[in-house]
């Protein structure tokens, strides 16, 4: 799949480890499994691959998400996504690292 991020303190991340916004800093073990969830998904062709790894606990969201699809990073924070296909390729991109608990807020 190639990804992509909507926001930059998501590639950046993703990229240096840390962003500048101080509104988007995690801690180092978050930011680590951040980045291993995106080399997942750079590394799976499509997105019924992420659906093998059942600690990722893919899934497809509804309600006013609806669209969005998710990937866990561990219980406490998700990444959200959307998925398009162009052509034989997957295009995936990453748009929100969301923390659990103001989930249902």
């Known amino acids: 799949m190639i990804v992509t991020f909507e926001k930059e303190y998501l590639r950046d991340l993703y990229e240096t480890g840390k962003s500048v916004d101080k509104k988007y800093r995690f801690q180092p073990e978050i930011v680590r499994k951040y980045?291993?969830?995106?080399?997942?998904?750079?590394?799976?062709?499509n997105t019924n691959s992420l659906a093998r790894y059942n600690s990722l606990n893919f899934e497809k969201l509804t309600g006013n998400r609806q669209g969005l699809f998710s990937i866990r990073?561990?219980?406490?924070?998700r990444i959200e996504f959307t998925v398009k296909n162009e052509g034989v390729e997957t295009v995936v991109t990453v748009c929100n690292i969301l923390e659990l608990s103001n989930h249902y807020q």
């Open 35 to 45: 980045r291993h969830c995106i080399d997942l998904m750079r590394n799976s062709p």
């Open 73 to 77: 990073v561990n219980k406490q924070y």
